[in-house]
């Protein structure tokens, strides 16, 4: 039979037609609900994150007044909001892993606004009295946050614009300004904001940008956000591939859909967030989200998380495309980088992270062994190699930090942020050239040599210059560079096992 398009008439069909079941949402949608999020940057992880808990909560909770609006602010959103609006916002989860495959049709998000298409649907939405929580993916550079000075980069154009500008906002900080104002005028209180980016201190960061440019632009608002407004911080995790060609051939073979835009993904997944909410919030508790009291707890897990499966993340994207590999699980086969990461997270990671009371932290780090060597999820490299400016001094150098306070190990650490350094002059061991893609390429490309970390070490917004001050790291990081520049990353790597 031929593949069912996904849409609300198909829907019950959908659930029956093929030999493996597929589970569909049963719950009111439409005018029928509430829509109490509004999501902005709609892209694989929310649909498989957020909007798969909000699922759960409609599906088996009977909650209504949690659906989510999505919202694209990018031109590159276009393609979500015809896949989204082509099939009244459903689209379908597969989970995968060696033993099985689960399809899931999720209806959580009720209707999808392309701000370039009409920004003012987009503030009213926000301050719609219905709306209780804007949560967003937006990247790390969508927050324009100086790792240096840890300030707002309120020199940027984008934010030169947005704070100048009344009717075209274009970033997510000049949008939640006006839904914020027009909230305030209308004697509502803040939504709260929940960043589901992968950052440490995702809340507090977004706090503090949103207030920062709220108070270029009017103090007094400014104020309000920040004393009435909630940003709870917060751990997001699954590991969810880009959506590839033949995700879409194998759920029209396998489960008789056809999906404009479905999703791949691992069954694992985890969010914990602190209790902080200005205007209500669903029961998260009720599907699995981990809603923790004491902000200290969160800053834990997101420890754990960024530094040891992110920071492993980066060793197998750097170091597996140098090599010529193009999927995690496929560099995962080669035991030396499986060595390298697990000795990488025992001794010189895990001795500077915190214990968390009920977390096995040694089990923690054989689970991500088997996450990242997940064959059928086919994550590729490229994903994860992207933004790197956003990403070492995030997952790596906070971790070398550390062990240099303490003059513990840090020398696989440091070949890790060298793999980045080396992967920025765009060519591989085998001479082959590839797309670097980073906001600050210019940047990495005029400072990147063969060899010398300095110049790209001198880069003060990413790096501080508290490390640059250390023999022992100077040393160790400009060796690896060396030997990757000379031996290529599969001769290198033994040393660093
Ligand atoms: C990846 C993450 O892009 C990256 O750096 O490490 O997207 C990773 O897959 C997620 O954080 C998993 O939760």
Not at 12 to 33: F, N
Not at 65 to 93: E, H, K, W
Request: contains cysteine.
């Amino acid at each position: 039979m031929a593949p069912l398009k996904l849409n609300s008439k198909n829907l019950s069909q959908i659930a029956t037609a093929s030999a493996a079941p597929v589970q569909i949402p049963t719950y009111p949608r439409g005018d029928a609900v509430k829509e109490g999020i509004v999501h902005i940057g709609v892209g694989g992880f929310h649909r498989a994150h957020l909007a798969v808990y909000v699922d759960q909560l409609m599906q088996n909770h009977g909650v209504t007044d949690y659906a989510i609006c999505g919202v694209g602010l990018q031109p590159f959103d276009a393609g979500m909001r015809d896949a989204l609006n082509s099939q009244d916002g459903l689209y379908t989860v597969v989970e995968r892993t060696a033993e099985s495959s689960v399809a899931k049709v999720m209806g959580s998000i009720n209707s999808y606004l392309f701000a370039p298409d009409n920004r003012e649907a987009v503030i009213a939405k926000l301050a719609h009295p219905d709306t209780h929580i804007v949560s967003l993916t937006i990247t790390e550079s969508g927050y324009y946050y100086n790792e240096n000075t840890h300030e707002l980069q309120s020199e940027n154009p984008d934010i030169q614009h947005d704070l100048h500008d009344d009717h075209a906002p274009t970033t997510a900080f000049g949008f939640l300004y006006h839904g914020m104002a027009r909230r305030r005028e209308q004697g509502l209180n803040p939504f709260t904001v929940v960043s589901c980016d992968n950052m440490q201190g995702n809340g507090s960061i977004t706090r503090h940008m949103l207030v920062s440019f709220a108070r270029l632009r009017n103090p007094e608002l400014a104020d309000w956000i920040n004393t009435k407004g909630h940003f709870p911080n917060a751990m997001v995790d699954r590991i969810t591939p880009q959506t590839a060609p033949v995700d879409k051939e194998s759920l029209a073979k396998d489960f008789g859909i056809e999906d404009a835009w479905p999703i791949v993904t691992e069954p694992f997944m985890q969010w914990v967030i602190e209790d902080h909410f200005c205007d209500g919030r669903p029961p998260f508790e009720k599907v699995g989200v981990q809603i923790v009291k004491n902000v200290k707890e969160v800053e834990e897990f997101e420890k754990h998380k960024l530094r040891l499966l992110n920071g492993s993340h980066a060793v197998i994207a750097y170091g597996g495309w140098l090599a010529g590999y193009k999927f995690v699980h496929q560099t995962m086969e080669n035991p030396m980088f499986r060595e390298m990461i697990w000795n990488m997270m025992q001794e010189e990671t895990k001795p500077n992270l915190p214990q968390i009371p009920g977390v096995d932290i040694d089990l923690y780090c054989r689970t991500l062994i088997e996450r990242f060597s997940n064959p059928p999820i086919k994550d590729q490299l490229p994903r994860i190699c992207l933004n790197g400016t956003g990403k070492i001094p995030q997952f790596i150098m906070p971790s070398i930090a550390e062990a240099i306070w303490v003059n513990g190990p840090f020398r696989r650490l440091c070949y890790t942020a060298a793999l980045w350094m080396h992967y920025i002059h765009g060519v591989d061991d085998t001479g082959a050239e590839y797309e670097v893609i980073d906001p600050m390429l210019d940047e990495l490309r005029a400072r990147a040599k063969h060899g010398d970390p300095t110049e790209l070490l001198n880069i003060k917004s990413l790096f501080g210059d508290d490390l640059r001050k250390d023999k022992r790291f100077m040393d160790t990081i400009t060796e690896a560079l060396q030997d990757i520049a000379r031996d290529g990353v599969l001769k290198s790597l033994p040393k660093y096992i």
